[in-house]
């Protein structure tokens, strides 16, 4: 169905409201919450996009890369010159990156093997040393991705591995940044709250703060079908299932299900269909793991209420798929042809296929549930 048009603006933001900064490490955080206008046509709610693709190196990573390394460096941890190690998709790095070369810290980094180039060059260009390791082989494989990086840490006097899936200062550089300004931005008015689950940092750290200014705010993590968490019993002990009580591997300590009050997962050809949706009926520049959230807020936001206000969390940009999963050639040689034939059409309706029917994990309490 096509959309109506949207009205441009009848001018550029009022300049007086402009701002200059002291240092480029100002410019992360404080990144635009933006209401969509078109994808939303004909829902109750409204639905408001995090735009944190705005921060200084790209992704919301720019926050837990501050804030590790300033807390590292005040405890004593991370002596002076002393390299930082991580595992991690590659926003991290980045984020580590800048506050580490701007303090005198070199970096290491055994990103995901879909690391997209785009990122790769950048932090080539930042000056991290790239590491080959792989997640989806057992930690006593000596190729597993954390067995390179505590190996490289290890390797160096003062090397230092920062641990972002466990490290604490990652959900507290949400818990004092994005959740403020989530409920600075919508006046309070924020009833829903998605984002990826990784690490777990950004939903449970903007969570927990949602939650201590409203307890009825719905705290909702997104993943894809296939992903490393779907591939252990991690949501089957979510939910509270009586046969499911130990976690069977390792998973982040930063994913708080105190904060989580439910798990939904979608198709990635639903998220990069929803991806190229959004640029093209929008203009809205999102990450692969924003479409995913904006998928689960679209569908909810359907039969939510007019004073709901959704926030979607966009981790990062557009700009950072372009080789990959925004790109025609790309997707014809990868796996998905017909998406590729779909979105050269102009169709970018996602089939929802048998097996993977959009499904969600209501998370127990946590007395219900015993964690390994
Ligand atoms: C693009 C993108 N989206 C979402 C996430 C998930 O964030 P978190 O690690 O805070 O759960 C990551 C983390 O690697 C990411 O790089």
Known sequence: MPHSAQALPISFPDPSRSRTYDSVLDLIGNTPLVRLNRLTEGLPATVYVKLDGFNLGGSSKDRIGLN?????????????????????????????????????????????????????????????????????????????????????????TDGWWSHQESNGDNPAAHIASTGPEIWHQTGGRVTHFLAQIATGGTVSGTGSYLHEQNPEVSV????????????????RVASGEPDAEQLERDWPENIDLDVIDRIERRDREAAIALGWRAAREEGLLIGLSSALSLGVALDLAANA????????????????????????????????????????????????????????????????????
């Open 68 to 156: 590790i390394v300033r807390e590292a460096i005040a405890g004593g941890e991370l002596r002076p010159g002393g390299r930082i190690t991580d595992t991690g998709a590659g926003n991290t790095a980045i984020g580590i990156a800048l506050a580490g070369n701007a303090t005198g810290h070199p970096s290491s980094s055994v990103p995901l093997p879909t690391l997209s180039p785009e990122k790769a060059r950048l932090l080539e260009f930042l000056g991290v040393e790239l590491l080959p390791g792989r997640p989806d082989v057992p930690r006593e494989d000596p190729e597993n991705w954390a067995n390179v990086a505590q190996r490289r840490a290890e390797a160096e």
């Open 220 to 235: 909702i993590a997104t993943d894809f079908h296939g992903s490393m968490h779907s591939q252990s019993n991690l949501y």
């Open 305 to 372: 209420d007019e004073d709901d206000v959704f926030v979607v969390f966009s981790a990062d940009s557009a700009r950072d798929y372009v080789s990959r999963e925004y790109n025609l050639a790309w997707l014809r040689e990868n796996d998905y042809p017909e998406l590729a034939e779909r979105l050269a059409r102009g169709d970018y309706s996602a089939p929802t296929h048998g097996s993977t029917d959009p499904d969600t994990v209501l998370v127990a309490r946590a007395d219900d549930r015993v964690l390994a």
